[in-house]
């Protein structure tokens, strides 16, 4: 577990921002989905509301995924580019 702490910690500024930044949008984009997936059960109940709201919540996921692997392939390019010389 310790070794997975240090490396986690020696992750550059840069990608810890941006899987910071990704992380409040999956969350915003996962509460927006739900409150529509809600609001449609309570309220309207149309088909096309609940798709919207189920969409959102995957779609979120997936960019989530998305960007902590990118976050990561820069963090690891930046350090074998730095370590080369």
Not at 21 to 42: K, P
Not at 45 to 66: C, D, M, P, R
Request: proline fraction near 0%; charged fraction near 15%; aromatic fraction near 12%.
């Amino acid at each position: 577990m310790d070794k997975i702490f240090k490396t986690l910690n020696s992750i550059n500024s840069f990608s810890k921002k941006l899987i910071l930044f990704g992380s409040v949008f999956v969350v915003a984009s996962c509460i927006i989905g739900i409150c529509l997936i809600m609001y449609n059960q309570a309220f309207v109940n149309k088909v096309e509301l609940y798709t919207i709201g189920s969409s959102l919540i995957q779609k979120s996921t997936v960019v989530f995924a998305q960007v902590v692997v990118g976050a990561l392939m820069m963090d690891w390019f930046k350090n074998v580019f730095q370590n080369d010389d």
